[in-house]
Every structure is written in structure tokens, then in C-alpha cells.
């Protein structure tokens, strides 16, 4: 087990594989699963900062779709609810928020804890696929650009760091 352990690790090692590591740490992290990718865009920014559209983009595509999955599987859950039950849900405020502001409700996705959830409630009231992939890529992206830039310039200039 400890050998599986390192050798998974050593496959995540971002000098080597950076580009590849980033994409998948951010497409994880935009489904259910409780983990946040900017320190892996950060870290090989850190280590090449070079990569820094490179890694934006691909933390953007990443997370971008795994909130595309996330949107899907919000779309799968609403399907089964609606076979075993036989009627429609009822209305939860969430629900009813996202519904008024439409896709462009997508745009949020990025925000921690309610984002990506916000993903899955999207595709459970079946609201337009596409047009509420783009706003989640727009908003990612604004994200990894703003949290990036505000690590590598920021942060030493405020903590000395």
C-alpha cells in the first residue's frame, strides 16, 4: 500500500509533470469532492513562472469541466428523483434563486463550498448546458487569474513572504 501511496505521489510531482497534475487536481476539485486546486496552480507557478497562462488556462479547462460533470450529475439526480417519486421536487430557496438569474447564476461557481454544488443545482433544475458552462468557465478563470497573480505579487509584498 505505502508503495501505491508514493508511487501516486510521485506522479502528482509538479516539476515533472505540472501542466498535467494541475488539470486534474482542478478538475476534482470542481466536482463533490471537498479539495481546492489554486495551491497546485500556485506551486508550479511558483517553481516556473513561465507557466503562468499555461497553468491558468489549464486549471480554467480543468475546473471547468468537472463542474460540466457536476452539472450532469445534478441533471441525473433530478431525473431519478422525478422516476421514483413521480412528481417534481419542491421549491428550496436556492432553487428558486438560481432559477430567476438562469445560467448566468453559473458565474458563482467558483465561490468555495457553494460553488460547486451551485454547478449540480444548475443541471437538477436542467437549465441550459452551454450556457452555463461558459459562465463557469469565465468565473473560474477570473478566479485562477485573480488568486494566482495575488499569491505571486501580492502576498510577498504584504508578508514579506
Known amino acids: 500500500m505505502e508503495a501505491w501511496f508514493e508511487s501516486i505521489?510521485?506522479?502528482?510531482?509538479?516539476?515533472?509533470f505540472g501542466l498535467s497534475t494541475v488539470f486534474v487536481v482542478a478538475f476534482v476539485s470542481a466536482t463533490l469532492m471537498p479539495l481546492g486546486s489554486e495551491p497546485a496552480v500556485f506551486g508550479l507557478v511558483k517553481l516556473n513562472p513561465d507557466l503562468f497562462w499555461?497553468?491558468?488556462?489549464?486549471?480554467?479547462?480543468?475546473?471547468?469541466?468537472?463542474?460540466?460533470?457536476?452539472w450532469w450529475m445534478g441533471y441525473a439526480a433530478e431525473r431519478a428523483y422525478e422516476r421514483v417519486r413521480h412528481r417534481r421536487p419542491p421549491d428550496a430557496r436556492a432553487l428558486r434563486w438560481l432559477e430567476r438569474f438562469g445560467p448566468k447564476g453559473c458565474l458563482l461557481a467558483w465561490l468555495p463550498i457553494v460553488g460547486d454544488p451551485l454547478c449540480g443545482v444548475a443541471g437538477w433544475l436542467k437549465?441550459?448546458?452551454?450556457?452555463c458552462?461558459?459562465?463557469m468557465a469565465v468565473g473560474k478563470f477570473l478566479r485562477y487569474v485573480s488568486m494566482t497573480a495575488a499569491l505571486l505579487w501580492a502576498w510577498p509584498?504584504?508578508?514579506?513572504g
Open 9 to 16: 505521489l510521485v506522479w502528482f510531482a509538479l516539476p515533472k
Open 157 to 160: 509584498i504584504l508578508f514579506g
Open 54 to 70: 499555461p497553468a491558468v488556462l489549464i486549471a480554467t479547462l480543468g475546473n471547468t469541466l468537472g463542474g460540466a460533470l457536476t
Open 127 to 131: 437549465l441550459p448546458f452551454w450556457p
Open 133 to 135: 458552462v461558459a459562465y
